[in-house]
């Protein structure tokens, strides 16, 4: 997968060489490219912001540097699938990350001050796929520390990435039996900490039973901690057991 990300803090984006993403960049696993949005703002000041039209507070990205950055990043004749946080986007969530995590190309387009003249989004729209996201209701300083998030959780998809792909089915939220469900405890050694014991049924090679205690711990901590998500859950997905839960 080949992944570019524009921004005016190209700094933002040292994390991406760490841990799980540099290695799976090292192997060669996933191209990701950060470029400056200033390469493209051709004043002495580089500048990339002006007033907004209609008055109000702050600023708005200029399109023009957009416009040349988008077009360097993807020449006529390329696509990739053009990625924006914005809080007032569509949700992400783990199955758009699954979705991104099959496409071939990204290209995520960091916003900053009152966001990027609306005009970008739908000049690239002529071209590519434009998807405006938010990532919940809250208000960044930028789209830099959304767009990490949303790397790595589309990278962590990747085949190869993650050393245990067993790590990925088991997600919360991921498709299959535990769809929708959030993640309940998980315990490691010593068997007694402080005084607390590992609940007795990890500990008893009874994969059945383990499996089932997993998805009742599941079902519990999804109704007290996120109840909405079970009314999403469909009811041929529960068995007699899970509704006496
Ligand atoms: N929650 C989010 N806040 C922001 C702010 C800006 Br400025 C750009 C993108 C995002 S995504």
Known sequence: MNIDIVTIFPEYFAPLDLSLLGKARRGGLLDLAVHDLRSWAHDRHRTVDDTPYGGGPG???????????????????????????????????????????????????????????????????ARMPVDEVSLGDFVLAGGEVAVLVMVEAVARLLPGVLGNADSVSDD??????????????????????????????????????????????????????????????????????????
């Open 172 to 245: 919360s939220f991921a498709p299959g039996a535990m769809e929708s469900l959030l993640e309940g405890p998980v315990y490691t050694k010593p068997p007694l900490w402080r005084d607390r014991p590992v609940p007795e049924i990890l500990l008893s090679g009874n994969h059945g039973a383990i499996a089932r205690w997993r998805r009742d711990e599941a079902l519990r901590r999804t109704a007290r901690v996120r109840p909405e998500l079970l009314a999403r859950l469909d009811p041929e997905r529960l068995d007699a057991h899970d509704r006496e839960v």
């Open 59 to 125: 600023m708005v990205m200029k399109p023009e540097p957009w416009g040349e950055a988008l077009d360097a990043v993807v020449p006529s004749g390329t696509t990739a699938r053009l990625i924006i946080p914005t809080p007032s986007g569509r949700p992400f969530t783990q199955t758009l990350a699954a979705e991104y995590a099959a496409e071939p190309r990204l290209v995520f387009a960091c916003g900053r001050y009152e966001g990027i003249d609306s005009r970008v989004a739908e000049e690239a729209a």
